[in-house]
């Protein structure tokens, strides 16, 4: 008989496949509980950003008063509001209207000549119906952390309406609270087209970055010394007032 023939080879071949099949199975199952971790891990700031908000996120109609809007920027087509921005913008121009807010905060990108998004937004708003004294603008609103804590340290903003997107806004809001405002998000909505698709997967890194930053809390890229634009457009509303 030759070796590995009868019974007993057949045994050992069994037996061979089978420790084969369980060290995949075993494989496998470690495989799948690392992706449940990391999936688990790389959700875990999103799960933050929407349990910290609360009920602290809502419509024009139901925010609260607030001397502010931050109004964050989103880009711009041809030296002009992007449709997001524009959105957000004439949210904004609702919340002044409805005399839920009394000053703008735009808060852009102007690190280069050729691009701002500060001036646009402001000339929309001016054009739009608000005074131009009540509209104040950050230049150095690269990113959420720095429009916010830029908004607290440079402007003084301590209480604001927040305005961006539904899937951007609650990001602001807990980076604005981490920055010391005591804020209210108005979340704009928009069709869940392919651009909404983007800027709702954009968020997922981002929330892990809003993490860090809250708890780190770290300068700005630009700081600078505090700017009266916010105090002399609340000092205006104050005065027109009184007036009446």
Same mark, same amino acid.
């Given at each position: 008989?030759?070796?590995?023939?009868?019974?007993?080879?057949?045994?050992?071949?069994?037996?061979?496949?089978?420790?084969?099949?369980?060290?995949?199975?075993?494989?496998?199952?470690?495989?799948?509980?690392?992706?449940?971790?990391?999936?688990?891990?790389?959700?875990?700031?999103?799960?933050?950003?929407?349990?910290?908000?609360?009920?602290?996120? @809502?419509?024009?109609?139901?925010?609260?008063?607030?001397?502010?809007?931050?109004?964050?920027?989103? /880009?711009?087509?041809?030296?002009?509001?992007?449709?997001?921005?524009?959105?957000?913008?004439?949210?904004?121009?609702?919340?002044?209207?409805?005399?839920?807010?009394?000053?703008?905060?735009?808060?852009?990108? &102007?690190?280069?000549?050729?691009?701002?998004?500060?001036?646009?937004?402001?000339?929309?708003?001016?054009?739009?119906?608000?005074?131009?004294?009540?509209?104040?603008?950050?230049?150095?609103?690269?990113?959420?952390?720095?429009?916010?804590?830029?908004?607290?340290?440079?402007?003084?903003?301590?209480?604001?309406?927040?305005?961006?997107?539904?899937?951007?806004?609650?990001?602001?809001?807990?980076?604005?609270?981490?920055?010391?405002?005591?804020?209210?998000?108005? /979340?704009?909505?928009?069709?869940?087209?392919?651009?909404?698709?983007? @800027?709702?997967?954009?968020?997922?890194? /981002?929330?892990?970055?809003?993490?860090? &930053?809250?708890?780190?809390?770290?300068?700005?890229?630009?700081?600078?010394?505090?700017?009266?634009?916010?105090?002399?457009?609340?000092?205006?509303? /104050?005065?027109?007032?009184?007036?009446?």
């Amino acid at each position: 008989m030759r070796s590995g023939s009868g019974i007993p080879g057949l045994l050992r071949r069994r037996a061979l496949r089978l420790g084969v099949r369980l060290r995949r199975r075993r494989t496998q199952r470690r495989i799948f509980q690392l992706a449940t971790i990391c999936c688990s891990l790389a959700l875990a700031p999103s799960a933050w950003l929407w349990m910290s908000a609360g009920d602290r996120v @809502g419509t024009v109609e139901s925010a609260p008063t607030a001397p502010v809007a931050v109004v964050f920027g989103a /880009g711009l087509f041809d030296g002009k509001p992007s449709p997001y921005l524009a959105h957000r913008l004439d949210a904004a121009v609702d919340l002044y209207r409805l005399q839920k807010v009394q000053a703008i905060l735009v808060t852009g990108d &102007n690190g280069r000549d050729s691009y701002d998004e500060t001036d646009a937004m402001r000339q929309y708003l001016v054009e739009h119906g608000v005074p131009q004294v009540r509209v104040v603008g950050d230049y150095a609103g690269f990113e959420t952390w720095d429009s916010c804590t830029r908004a607290h340290r440079i402007f003084g903003v301590d209480r604001a309406v927040l305005v961006s997107q539904d899937f951007h806004v609650r990001r602001a809001l807990a980076l604005c609270e981490a920055a010391g405002i005591d804020s209210y998000a108005v /979340g704009v909505p928009e069709l869940h087209d392919a651009t909404w698709l983007y @800027g709702g997967l954009r968020e997922i890194p /981002g929330a892990g970055k809003a993490a860090l &930053n809250a708890w780190l809390r770290p300068d700005p890229v630009f700081l600078g010394p505090a700017e009266q634009g916010i105090p002399q457009a609340l000092a205006d509303a /104050g005065s027109v007032a009184g007036q009446r």
